[in-house]
């Protein structure tokens, strides 16, 4: 029997986990040929500005293999205002945006998904 209550806790608690809404940020990120290290080394600075912002939850930076100056940024956020206005209309995004966007060739589009 006690098994069983602390069995239907878990899933309980597993349901609330799953049924809240994340958002996920996608960019396809075209960096113009031979500046991809620095862009990697302005990329580990700009990661710490993004990770301390309000309804951060996580991120990813993935290489293409086929296209070696092209990347993914997959980012979760817990609401899509967290990133469209608290990230974007911030000062920290302004440090983000010096830091990355020049590196951009053509300037990536940004999509979110639930």
């Given at each position: 029997?006690?098994?069983?209550?602390?069995?239907?806790?878990?899933?309980?608690?597993?349901?609330?986990?799953?049924?809240?809404?994340?958002?996920l940020e996608v960019a396809i990120l075209n960096?113009?040929?031979?500046?991809?290290?620095?862009?990697?080394?302005?990329?580990?600075?700009?990661?710490?500005?993004?990770?301390?912002?309000?309804?951060?939850?996580?991120?990813?930076?993935?290489?293409?293999?086929?296209?070696?100056?092209?990347?993914?940024?997959?980012?979760?956020?817990?609401?899509?205002?967290?990133?469209?206005?608290?990230?974007?209309?911030?000062?920290?995004?302004?440090?983000?945006?010096?830091?990355?966007?020049?590196?951009?060739?053509?300037?990536?589009?940004?999509?979110?998904?639930?």
């Amino acid at each position: 029997m006690r098994f069983e209550m602390k069995a239907s806790r878990l899933k309980s608690h597993i349901s609330n986990l799953t049924s809240k809404k994340v958002i996920l940020e996608v960019a396809i990120l075209n960096v113009i040929p031979g500046q991809e290290d620095e862009f990697l080394q302005a990329f580990s600075k700009a990661q710490k500005i993004i990770s301390g912002m309000p309804g951060y939850i996580s991120h990813q930076l993935k290489r293409c293999m086929e296209k070696t100056n092209q990347f993914i940024l997959l980012v979760e956020w817990e609401k899509l205002t967290d990133h469209t206005e608290g990230f974007r209309k911030s000062k920290e995004y302004q440090e983000w945006k010096s830091l990355l966007h020049h590196f951009y060739d053509p300037f990536p589009t940004v999509e979110h998904y639930e």
